[in-house]
């Protein structure tokens, strides 16, 4: 395989398993607010005292500083998005509606540096293969593109259906696609032997609710199933390091420059249709939306 050593028909099964899993839990979070208390205030404060010391501990690959700021960040931007749900009124506050945004580019942040971190990273580290080389360059420049392209926060709404979800107009599909095939290359680059899962897996079971379920709610989705998969790989780290359901990464300098190659032309390409569409119509990206005039934002919009 290019991307991967040899896939058993066992992990392919288990790779959609994880992919049901995280829709379903997502669902199941996203309907219900006693769900989303239970899953992101309840359960982690819990694992937190009794089982993360034990199974995420600096001997595990998930020990690094990186793992732990990527699960509490994910459950920031899950609370967060809650509180514009659920707090009367919030989803009208200008200053509380620059959230989503900014527990974005954070999250987007924290792996840009850990991309750049790993161009000096050679061997195993922190039980992890690295290949160091220009992917990790070309990716962390991805990555600031797609920071940069983030607009229209201040046009973010809750749905009025019973699941009052977070809605985000102008954060459109060729975006998406662009932070997954980033997201993707990130966790090929840095946390190789895990991409099969939380690079592929986990990346569809947010994209697909957004394309086919709910529309519009791509980062309420993407916070939610990171969230959830972050908490479970903290606990049970062996299942992507060394369980009968473990594919490995090919390590492949050829794959490597390949994904990131691919992650930065689609970044550059929205950056360039980002702007474009500013420069055109004159649009503010810190104020308005850019992408008033296309339909799939006014599809999102009559939401």
């Known amino acids: 395989m290019f991307l991967f050593e040899a896939i058993p028909f066992h992990s392919a099964l288990m790779w959609f398993g994880v ?56 459950l920031a931007g899950c609370l967060g998005f809650m509180a514009l749900r659920y707090i009367k009124g919030a989803d009208k506050n200008k ?28 061997g195993i580290v922190d039980g992890v293969v690295m290949v160091p080389g220009s992917w990790h360059i070309m990716n962390g420049i991805a990555g600031i593109l797609n920071i940069v392209t983030i607009s229209g926060w201040l046009g973010i ?60 709610a791509w980062l309420q989705h993407r916070a939610q199933t990171l969230a959830f998969w972050m908490m479970f790989v903290m606990c049970f780290p062996n299942f992507v390091d060394t369980s009968v359901f473990a594919v490995k990464s090919s390590h492949n300098p050829s794959a490597l420059f390949a994904v990131s190659f691919i992650s930065l032309a689609a970044n550059i390409a929205v950056f360039g249709f980002h702007f474009y569409k500013i420069y055109k119509h004159k649009r503010n990206p810190f104020v308005s939306e850019v992408y008033i005039d296309l339909k799939s934002y006014q599809e999102l919009k009559a939401i």
């Not at 989503?100 to 990273?121: G, K, S, W, Y």
């Open 19 to 74: 992919l049901g899993g995280l829709i379903v839990l997502n669902e199941i979070a996203r309907r219900s607010k006693w769900a989303s208390i239970a899953s992101f205030i309840v359960l982690p404060i819990i694992l937190t005292i009794t089982v993360w010391p034990k199974t995420a501990g600096a001997d595990t690959s998930v020990g690094t500083w990186f793992h732990w700021a990527k699960v509490y960040s994910a």
């Open 95 to 122: 200053i509380l509606l620059t959230f989503p945004a900014f527990i974005l580019a954070l999250n987007i942040l924290e792996a840009v540096i850990r991309d750049f971190q790993c161009t000096n990273m050679s």
């Open 157 to 216: 709404y809750v749905s009025k259906d019973k699941s009052r979800d977070m809605i985000w107009p102008d954060q459109l599909w060729y975006w998406i696609i662009a932070y997954d095939l980033w997201n993707f290359a990130y966790v090929y680059n840095c946390v190789s032997d895990h991409a099969f899962y939380a690079g592929a897996a986990l990346l569809m079971s947010c994209t697909i609710p957004a394309f086919l379920i709910k529309k519009g």
